[in-house]
């Protein structure tokens, strides 16, 4: 989301340098993301409100265009959020102050969401949908596998090689099994989160 660099030069009343939360609120403000109040505050203890939420996310996943073409914040923000899956599995008013599981809930939803690319600038601006790229894929480096666990140390459903004790088999791919229980899961169809380092490289 590119908030390592950013403005140094205090932009809230509120958060100050000293502010444990000063980098990042500088870092989402220089992106676009959070606005402050007019009075020039940020308000970093105050609730989050959904309508809020979803405005972040929705410019974070990169769908800031489509909102404002559809009436700007918080009504194309919040369509756009529903639109793209943001506010699955929630039925909440948009002024509603976020409890800190639904606040987790639309976090969760949005890993999955394919990113928005500009690919176009000036007067060919143009956007497109990514095909792989998520937040999970791009900025916490892990994706998403799915498939059969066909081995573990002792257990092989395939009886054709041998794999170390901290390995297993998910499909025709070999991953170390890291501080998991998944080498006890030996036949289940699963979903699961992966860091790129874990994989090992194709079963021959």
């Given amino acids: 989301m590119g908030l390592s660099a950013y403005t140094e030069q205090q932009k809230f009343l509120d958060v100050q340098p000293g502010h444990w939360a000063f980098a990042a609120v500088q870092g989402v403000?220089?992106?676009?993301?959070?606005?402050?109040?007019?009075?020039?505050?940020?308000?970093?203890?105050?609730?989050?409100?959904?309508?809020?939420?979803?405005?972040?996310?929705?410019?974070?996943?990169?769908?800031?265009?489509?909102?404002?073409e559809d009436g700007g914040y918080p009504a194309g923000y919040l369509s756009t959020a529903r639109k793209i899956g943001v506010l699955a599995g929630m039925d909440l008013d948009a002024e509603k102050q976020l409890s800190r599981g639904e606040t987790a809930r639309m976090f969760y939803n949005s890993l999955h969401i394919k990113l928005m690319r500009q690919t176009g600038f000036g007067e060919a601006a143009a956007y497109e949908i990514s095909s792989n790229s998520?937040?999970?894929?791009?900025?916490?480096?892990?994706?998403?596998?799915?498939?059969t666990i066909r081995a573990n140390h002792w257990v092989n459903l395939d009886g054709e090689y041998e794999i170390a004790e901290d390995q297993v088999v998910i499909g025709d791919k070999l991953y170390y099994a890291g501080n998991t229980d998944i080498a006890g899961k030996v036949g289940y169809l699963s979903l699961i989160h992966i860091s790129e380092p874990t994989r090992l490289g194709m079963i021959s």
């Fill in 29 to 68: 403000s220089d992106q676009g993301y959070l606005v402050g109040d007019a009075d020039g505050n940020f308000r970093p203890d105050a609730p989050i409100l959904m309508q809020e939420a979803a405005k972040v996310l929705v410019a974070v996943l990169g769908y800031g265009y489509p909102a404002a």
């Fill in 134 to 147: 998520t937040l999970l894929s791009d900025y916490l480096k892990v994706t998403d596998v799915r498939g």
